[in-house]
């Protein structure tokens, strides 16, 4: 299934002791590029997490936040720092000496002293935070899939009714082309019986000049070229997995085709004709540039 390269995930998943949500959003780029924002304690996962998401994702610029919360009871412990404590008696001991005042010191007011006390978090246990982690990290990457194929089903619809537009642009062009010659040989007809009045016309030469006038306007092999670049776009369109690449070669391909119609267009008619298409292909890789 097509997929668009812009979504949103979000999955929670607590247990007795640990809670992680993972959000995710992406928005269009040429390559994969996953940015990870996620507390300090989880860095070591960051390798692990990088790795199940290249199993979801094969395009796109990709931010994922993840917070974590230790839900259990005693998460963190009490830390008594001795010998800090021990320096700030003793230096408290000789300001008390050399300026002779009273001691005044006791165990509860030593304690409010900076960092005698402080509290510690205890070592986590990567198994079971891992555990909670991944499926997180799966949830959210499911969601976003699912995000990213719903667009991509409208993208698809979207794309191929355009497509639908230029192939009737195309065969206009083909059905023009005749009528163009024909008027073409008959004002060249008419305009040699006024300079010639009443004598002959040779028909060889005026037919000579229409093959030479022909060939210059010629477009059979873009508008064929053209047909089986719309006719490849459908079919891709309707394959599964990373076909974004391979659009954008097409789009170009056709739209270098719809310039050199353009460009051999000498009729009013066949350039209108040519710079619809060329619009509606610049719409076409516009939204090219969104798809996996």
Known sequence: MMKSMTG????????????????????????????????KKLNTFESAIRSLLKAYIQRGKVDVYITYEDTAEGQAALKYNESLAAEYVNGIRRMAEEFVLPLGLDAAGLSRYPEVFSMEARAIDEEEVWGVLEQAVRGAAEQFVEARIREGRQLQEDLLGKLELMLGYVEQIEKRSPEILEEYRQRLTDKVKELLEENAVDEGRVLAEVVLFADKICTDEETVRLKSHIQSTCDTLRQDGGIGRRLDFLAQE????????????????????????KTDIEKVREQIQNIE
């Open 8 to 39: 949103f995930g979000r999955c929670e998943i607590s247990d007795e002791s640990h809670r992680v949500t993972v959000e995710m959003k992406s928005v269009n780029h040429r390559y994969l590029d996953i940015a990870i924002k996620m507390p």
């Open 254 to 277: 056709m739209n270098r085709e719809a310039n050199t119609i353009l460009s051999k267009a000498n009729d009013l008619a066949v350039s209108e004709i040519a710079i619809s298409l």
